[in-house]
């Protein structure tokens, strides 16, 4: 008797994988190309993970938010020395992801702003520790600044951004 196996790939949607990748090159895009300016890449990259909480989920979400940081590490646009950092970025993303998509199922505000304030704090005090603790002074303060108030501001404007995304194609 001949036993033959037969593997076979999962049917895919199609119209989700062009979704998740589309959103995946925005976030990617967002930061190879704007890299340098925080203030636009941040709510770039932010409403992309709002978004891919509504229209995929959280997996595809998490998925997407562990993207821009190992980019611009990997493309040399963050220095080496900021390496340790990358984890706890992808870290705060996964609690913006988490929390939104947790908390928006009562109210999609409550959620942006929660998840926003969440995020900003982890990453203020955990990354205040680190670089403390790995860089010399004066660079320490110039990253502490980045992880500071510009996260929660970068993080509620990724979710207005969202916001009218999702109003404009009458997803909310």
Known sequence: MNKTKI?????????????FLALWGIATGATLLLSHSQIITGPI?????????????????????LVPSLIALS?????????????????GNTILILVFSYL????????????SILKFLFLHYTIAVVINLLLKKEVASKVALM??????????????????????????
Request: positive net charge; hydrophobic residues 60%.
């Open 7 to 19: 593997l076979s790939i999962p049917r895919v949607n199609v119209a989700t994988l062009i979704q």
């Open 45 to 65: 990259v932010n409403a992309t993970l709002f978004l891919t909480v509504i229209l995929l989920g959280t997996e595809s979400a998490i998925m997407v938010g």
């Open 75 to 91: 493309a040399g646009l963050l220095p080496p020395v900021l390496a340790p950092i990358v984890p706890f970025i992808m870290m």
């Open 104 to 115: 928006r199922k009562g109210n999609f505000w409550a959620g942006i702003i929660s998840a």
């Open 147 to 172: 992880m500071s108030w510009p996260q929660l501001l970068t993080a509620l404007v990724g979710g207005i951004l969202a916001y009218l995304f999702l109003k404009s194609v009458k997803k909310i």
